[in-house]
RNA sequence: GCCGGGGUGGGGUAGCUUGGUCAUCCUAAGGGACUGUGGAUCCCUCGACCCGGGUUCAAAUCCCGGUCCCGGCCCCA
């Protein structure tokens, strides 16, 4: 038997619903945040992904020759090709620019629960404002589109690269050193980021470091490390941005987070301030989204485009909503019934087919010429909420026999009158 | 890529340690008892040992390899 590609899924009408359910809540939440939808290429130049993450990124996504001889990938995530969109197309839009996206995405890894090769994200771009309310408005973003999918108890964690980065530089830890002892931070690895700086940097300041990296708390621990930390001008600045964020992010009403300033974030073009939002449930990719503001405009010959962002994992969200949601079972659409197969009988069925759809009915034909013990039997445990029977009683009539298979009333009603039941 | 646990009809399972009856049961699906009225009951039908080697008289069961899924690393969303 063909099995499917390691890390896929096929995702059955159920789940499918209950996924374009989600979506049509975040894009919804994107709208009105004046975001507009945006679309680009399921694959592109393999450059594209290697100028934004580095030749790296080359063992972990799907590449492929073209029959031109071209190198093309399957995108792993969308930020560079929104990048390219706008150098290309939007740089004369007025300020900001404001984009969402969805879709698939791609990267060869170990699939997981949460994880899978082929995988779909919601993600927004907020471009062109340098201000702390851009900040506050993507994070704001990303946590009402959250939970408008009807997820609850997210935890939200704030912090700000640029001043993590400004401190390690200005301590006298080496650019090329700092690149290792990112990735052990954003885990929380002290012992192994103790390990790492041991010979090359002062011991005060490996417990410095050690210490700022551990600092979570709400605003006070912001405003605290500014005024311990006022000898490094450059980490202060970036500390008062992310304090001036938080302060815009406290006028979002009911937006709980907390201050986390060990937050790397793996990729090294995050700038300023960065967020994540995790969710218990979930295990070891607990996860869900992940975003902050970064600078990618001099890939594409620009210069200083402030630019920040989120990506939101809906695979996650998905396992999330169908953990917490257990809706019961409710009784909707109508099943149409013809008695026998004789022509008029099976006009009149298609007519109330038809009559009930364009009411905005769901409406299935039986169209297996079933007995009726045996349709309505099917149409119960279906949980329809109507039958519409019709034989050639109701076809000497001119109506149709409707069926309300929750009190078990029965009545005969004209096509005009059908079109009443979906009040 | 690494470590560990798994894979039996569409879904859920028994059997596996101690190889050997037509591979168990539930459910779903299709049909019938019921030729114009549901939730019940009964009957029938359909349908599986992940793939490939090996050991053996005999493999769902033991061994090896592969594959896919799950949990944890790595990495990341």
Redesign the pocket.
Same mark, same amino acid.
């Given at each position: 038997?063909m +099995? !499917? @590609?390691?890390?896929?899924r096929d995702f059955l009408p159920a789940e499918m619903a209950r996924r374009r359910e989600t979506e049509r809540a975040m894009r919804r939440t994107a709208l009105e945040f004046g975001y507009g939808e945006v679309q680009t290429p399921t694959f592109e130049q393999t450059d594209l992904f290697v100028a934004k993450s580095g030749e790296a990124i080359v063992e972990?996504i799907y590449v492929f020759e073209d029959k031109g001889g071209r190198s093309l990938s399957l995108r792993p995530?969308l930020t560079a090709a929104v990048m390219r969109l706008y150098s290309t197309s939007l740089t004369h839009a007025p300020k900001p620019v404001r984009v969402f996206y969805m879709g698939p995405y791609f990267?060869y +890894? !170990? @699939?997981?629960?949460?994880?899978?090769r082929e995988?779909f994200?919601f993600g927004a771009e907020l471009i062109g404002t340098p201000q702390p309310e851009g900040d506050a408005e993507i994070i704001a973003l990303a946590v009402r589109s959250i939970e408008a999918a009807g997820m609850e108890d997210l935890e939200v964690r704030v912090g700000h690269v640029g001043a993590l980065r400004a401190l390690l530089g200005s301590l006298g830890v080496p650019a090329e050193m700092a690149a290792k002892a990112f990735?052990l931070i954003?885990?929380g690895?002290i012992e192994g980021l103790r390990g790492l700086l041991m010979d090359k940097v002062e011991y005060s300041s490996i417990e410095l470091i050690e210490d700022y990296v551990s600092t979570t708390g709400d605003i006070a621990v912001v405003e605290g490390a500014i005024a311990s930390l006022a000898r490094f001008p450059e980490v202060t600045e970036a500390l008062e941005r992310l304090k001036a964020a938080l302060e815009q992010l406290d006028a979002y009403e009911g937006i709980g987070y907390e201050v986390d300033l060990g937050i790397a974030?793996?990729?090294d073009y995050y700038m300023g301030v960065v967020f994540?939002v995790d969710w218990q449930g979930l295990?070891?990719?607990k996860?869900?989204?992940?975003g902050g503001a970064y600078e990618l405009g001099q890939l594409f010959g620009l210069d200083n485009v402030p630019a920040t962002g989120f990506?939101i994992?809906l695979?996650?969200v998905d396992i999330a909503v169908s953990m917490s949601s257990q809706d019961g079972p409710v009784r909707e659409g109508a099943l149409v019934v013809p008695?026998?197969r004789d022509g008029e009988v099976m006009h009149l069925a298609v007519a109330a087919a038809e009559a009930l759809r364009s009411s905005g009915i769901r409406t299935e034909l039986e169209v297996?010429?079933?007995?009726?013990?045996?349709a309505?039997?099917?149409?119960?445990?279906?949980l329809f909420r109507w039958?519409i029977?019709i034989?050639?009683?109701?076809v000497a009539k001119g109506k149709v026999?409707v069926?309300?298979?929750?009190?078990?009333e029965?009545r005969l009603v004209s096509l005009d009158e059908l079109c009443d039941l979906g009040i």
């Open positions: 038997m +099995e !499917r @590609p390691r890390g896929t972990e995530e990267r +890894e !170990r @699939p997981q629960k949460g994880r899978y995988f994200q990735p954003d885990k690895d974030r793996g990729l994540e295990g070891a990719e996860q869900v989204c992940g990506a994992g695979d996650r008695m026998d297996m010429r079933r007995g009726t013990g045996k309505l039997k099917g149409a119960d445990a279906r039958a029977i034989g050639s009683d109701e026999a069926k309300d298979l929750d009190s078990g029965q």
